[in-house]
T-cell receptor
Framework: DVKVTQSSRYLVKRTGEKVFLECVQDMDHENMFWYRQDPGLGLRLIYFSYDVKMKEKGDIPEGYSVSREKKERFSLILESASTNQTSMYLC??????????????FGPGTRLTVL | AQSVTQLGSHVSVSEGALVLLRCNYS??????LFWYVQYPNQGLQLLLKYTSAATLVKGINGFEAEFKKSETSFHLTKPSAHMSDAAEYFCAVSPTGGGNKLTFGTGTQLKVEL
């Protein structure tokens, strides 16, 4: 089974802190994604990476950056956390070569609260 | 730009009743379409997907969806609801011309009552 793990289920940080959210997948997938999930808004794509050291902005990249130094790991960084970044963050991975038809596999999510 | 609209943020059904969750898409060409389910405190998992083969797609847990181009719809159904179906359901669309982006709807919370 594909497994996507996220470093924390719950995280509480203070405004202005630098925050790292880690995601690891064990199925050698090339593509990885970070979403944020908010009630009534569904999932919105923050960033994705189609290979090591490759990244592209999604729909809401402002206030976030990412790092992909190894194939299995994709990190989301909040440079200076703000209260409006309080949300559920979901990581996903997908094998390349299937185009838009490929299934994305999701981690359990990290619920981040910024005080 | 592609988008999906899910009608009804909350749907409530009785156990044993038909489940119908609505999804309409907007796209200049027929896209790939997906339904994902999110159980409480879990990530999303794929229920089923349409990739331009059969228009009636069967998924896990007894769910199915029918692609109707004329109605730009991809509604999710299950003949008989079970308590374990209570979850949030997301419709999503992806372009057929390549690319990585999956665009999600706003979700429908399904409640199943005794």
């Amino acid at each position: 089974d594909v497994k996507v793990t996220q470093s924390s289920r719950y995280l509480v940080k203070r405004t202005g802190e630098k925050v790292f959210l880690e995601c690891v997948q064990d199925m050698d997938h090339e593509n990885m994604f970070w979403y944020r999930q908010d009630p009534g808004l569904g999932l919105r794509l923050i960033y994705f990476s189609y290979d090591v050291k490759m990244k592209e902005k999604g729909d809401i990249p402002e206030g976030y950056s990412v790092s992909r130094e190894k194939k299995e790991r994709f990190s989301l960084i909040l440079e200076s956390a703000s209260t409006n970044q309080t949300s559920m963050y979901l990581c996903a991975s997908r094998k390349t070569g299937q185009g838009g038809a490929g299934e994305q596999f999701f981690g359990p999510g990290t619920r981040l609260t910024v005080l | 730009a592609q988008s999906v609209t899910q009608l009804g943020s909350h749907v409530s059904v009785s156990e044993g009743a038909l489940v119908l969750l609505r999804c309409n898409y907007s796209s200049s060409v027929p896209p790939y379409l997906f339904w994902y389910v999110q159980y409480p405190n879990q990530g999303l998992q794929l229920l089923l997907k349409y990739t331009s083969a059969a228009t009636l797609v069967k998924g896990i847990n007894g769910f199915e969806a029918e692609f109707k181009k004329s109605e730009t719809s991809f509604h999710l159904t299950k003949p008989s609801a079970h308590m374990s179906d209570a979850a949030e359901y997301f419709c999503a669309v992806s372009p057929t011309g390549g690319g990585n982006k999956l665009t999600f709807g706003t979700g429908t919370q399904l409640k199943v009552e005794l």
